[in-house]
């Protein structure tokens, strides 16, 4: 008699757990587009202990059944679009229907630009640039006899020349591949002159004075052909980029006097050095007149 107690017991816990209140879901993932998207996703509920893993069809739809009453979790996921969390209540019989559109993914890239540049102290040899960059260093400048940076260029780097339209060899017009760098205003600039990283071509008209770059504090001097967005505005024939001297490569101190018919004169001195703690320091200057 006790076993069938046992066993009518069971029956009706049985009976019980078949009559239980649930509901089920209904999932339609559709892309941006509208389409039908298959897609994984993962439908949980911690109160009830349901965990479970499904996949839409072909038509994007999933129909989730036999859930009891509660607030479920539907996670939906597919590669190349961001992930997608609702929470939805079952509180009937009537089916809940949902529909989710994926969206796109943000895309992290990292793009690395690697140019040869033409700037001095990249240590990169002429071989290997792209373009015929044209270079002077300290010794050749000295030895050029040249006035100034613009009379050094039309000596020693082919392809440039230059005009003395104000009369005055000091304040040259520098061409280079029918470009001009001058100080005259209302000339059409199309040169760029760099010194240590810093534009020479003034804000207003964009013109260069010749005379205010001193000859002696010239490290090296680079010119680099072509039309190249890095150096900025106006930057059509070419770009010339100076590198200044320091105390560390040259310590001590020069004075050049040179002078001419018509009472034309010009002086350049330099003055540098330094220490062991690192400081060092450098000074130049020119006269001409």
């Known amino acids: 008699m006790q076993i069938w107690r046992i066993a009518a017991v069971l029956g009706l ?132 006899g040249a006035l100034d940076l613009a009379d050094l260029m039309n000596r020693h780097l082919d392809g440039v020349h230059i005009n003395e339209n104000q009369g005055n060899p000091f304040q040259p017009d520098v061409n280079y591949r029918g470009y001009t760098a001058s100080p005259l205003l209302g000339t059409p600039e199309g040169i760029s002159v760099y010194m240590d990283g810093v534009r020479q071509n003034q804000p207003f008209g964009d013109v260069v004075a010749w005379d205010l770059i001193p000859k002696i504090a010239i490290s090296e001097v680079a010119l680099m052909p072509g039309s190249n967005p890095m150096f900025g505005l106006n930057t059509l024939g070419g770009a010339v980029s100076i590198q200044t001297k320091d105390g560390n490569s040259q310590p001590g101190a020069s004075l050049a006097v040179s002078g001419g018919s018509f009472g034309r004169r010009a002086g350049e001195f330099e003055y540098g050095g330094s220490r062991a703690n690192g400081l060092n320091w450098y000074v130049a200057g020119n006269l001409t007149g």
């Open 13 to 144: 816990a049985a009976s019980l757990w078949a009559q239980a209140p649930a509901g089920e879901i209904r999932l339609e993932v559709k892309d941006p587009s509208g389409a039908a998207m298959r897609v994984s996703g993962k439908l949980q509920n911690s109160a009830a202990g349901i965990n479970r893993s499904f996949q839409t069809d072909s038509h994007g739809a999933s129909t989730l059944t036999n859930l009891p009453y509660g607030r479920y979790r539907v996670d939906v996921s597919k590669s190349g679009f961001a992930p997608q969390s609702l929470y939805l209540d079952v509180q009937s019989a009537a089916p809940v229907a949902r529909a989710i559109t994926m969206t796109l993914a943000a895309q992290a890239s990292t793009i690395e630009v690697v140019a040869a540049t033409p700037l001095p102290g990249t240590d990169m040899a002429l071989e290997q640039i792209p373009a015929p960059v044209q270079t002077a260093g300290a010794l050749e400048i000295a030895q050029s």
